[in-house]
């Protein structure tokens, strides 16, 4: 509300100092002074209300959330896993049952690749997929990912095992 007061005060000025050139001689420096008191003042304000002001943080919010789907709620079913191209990506096809009591929305599927040939078994890699699948509690449905692999320059992959672990299981309530 200062400036209601400072803007007719400031058109005053203006005024006579456009009307008489004695005013205008001396009132420049004055005003000139009184603008440079006018930001120094402000400025000093603005810096201190600056440090006093610390945002506070916001309470925790304590929620109860239903317990939830576990991985031992999921089962896998008639996986397979189909060579693509390039050579190290593959199509993984299963069946997904919820055997929960809540409808499942998603899980992460980490899967790892080892090449096993005569018995000794060498990592090739990991993947890990997000499988998106909305299953009622009780009922299977099928799903399909990709996966890709390391490919090391004359490795082949020729006895393949295939070790799956169900990550994270995400349920909603319906």
């Known amino acids: 509300m200062l400036w209601l007061i400072a803007l007719p005060l400031g058109l005053v000025v203006v005024y006579l100092a456009a009307r008489f050139s004695r005013?205008?001689?001396w009132a420049e420096p004055?005003?000139?002074?009184?603008?440079a008191l006018g930001l120094l003042v402000a400025f000093i304000i603005w810096f201190a209300d600056r440090d006093g002001r610390t945002p506070a943080a916001p309470p925790p919010?304590?929620?109860t959330q239903p317990a939830g789907l576990t991985a031992a709620d999921v089962a896998l079913e008639g996986l397979t896993f189909e060579q693509s191209q390039p050579e190290r990506s593959f199509r993984l096809?299963?069946?997904v049952t919820n055997k929960g009591p809540k409808l499942l929305e998603y899980f992460r599927l980490a899967v790892t690749l080892e090449n096993c040939p005569d018995?000794?078994?060498e990592t090739i890699g990991?993947?890990?997929a997000l499988i998106l699948a909305r299953v009622p509690a009780g009922q299977s449905?099928?799903?399909e990912t990709f996966l890709t692999?390391?490919?090391r320059e004359g490795e082949s992959l020729t006895a393949p095992k295939w070790t799956t672990e169900i990550q994270e299981v995400r349920g909603a309530n319906r």
């Open 23 to 25: 005013f205008r001689h």
């Open 30 to 35: 004055i005003l000139s002074v009184a603008v």
């Open 61 to 63: 919010v304590e929620t």
């Open 93 to 95: 096809r299963g069946t």
């Open 119 to 121: 018995g000794n078994c």
């Open 126 to 128: 990991n993947d890990t």
């Open 141 to 143: 449905r099928s799903f």
């Open 149 to 151: 692999f390391p490919n």
